[in-house]
């Protein structure tokens, strides 16, 4: 196979029928440049900058010009500093400074980040039981998340409106009863876990 490439190289035929790296990097063939492609699927060119300094590319059959965009990275940084905005008390003015944007932009750029489905932290600790595990609750703004959690990781949540004993039952059904239980002294707690 080697002795193909070796003599499909200096011929300036490659015979051998492999592609990609190794046949570029054996039979010194050049690969294919990270372009892209329009819909009708022409080949597209460079076709100068925009204000921006964007490569701007044109299609050499149909003439249709556009952007390469890369809206995964522009997402990650949305969210990035959405979960910032949540999780660390920074409010919209400064998040939206950092991004260099306006507040009112950056609250219409968060929308589709509040309907992201968080998902059931039970789902793979369905029958096993813990040593031990931390029940506590969080108020915000919308009610009160209560977590069911070990040293690494939540094991089981649920909203509610005050830490009752009720709620503290719903969320102690889903789980498995640990061995030793931590609470912080809220009567919620203690009546649902005797």
Not at 25 to 44: I, L, Q, S, T, Y
Not at 72 to 96: E, M, P, Q, R, Y
Not at 104 to 111: G, K
């Amino acid at each position: 196979m080697l002795q193909e490439h070796i003599s499909g190289s200096r011929t300036g035929n490659p015979r051998c029928g492999c592609r990609g790296v190794l046949h570029a990097a054996w039979c010194g063939v050049a690969m294919p440049k990270n372009r892209p492609r329009c819909f009708c699927d022409g080949e597209m060119k460079r076709n100068g900058t925009t204000s921006k300094g964007t490569t701007r590319w044109r299609c050499k059959q149909c003439g249709a010009s556009s952007v390469k965009r890369r809206s995964d990275i522009t997402n990650a940084a949305v969210f990035s500093a959405f979960i910032d905005h949540l999780t660390t008390g920074v409010n919209l003015d400064t998040a939206a400074r950092r991004l260099g944007c306006s507040p009112r932009t950056l609250q219409r750029r968060f929308e589709p980040c509040w309907l992201v489905d968080v998902p059931d932290p039970t789902t793979g600790h369905v029958g096993r039981v813990y040593d031990q595990v931390f029940l506590d609750g969080t108020y915000t703004a919308g009610g009160c998340l209560i977590v069911a959690a070990t040293i690494d990781h939540v094991i089981a949540w649920h909203w509610c409106k005050h830490e009752t004993t009720r709620d503290y039952q719903r969320l102690l059904e889903r789980i498995e009863a640990p061995l030793i239980t931590v609470i912080d002294g809220g009567q919620g707690a203690l009546s649902a876990i005797k």
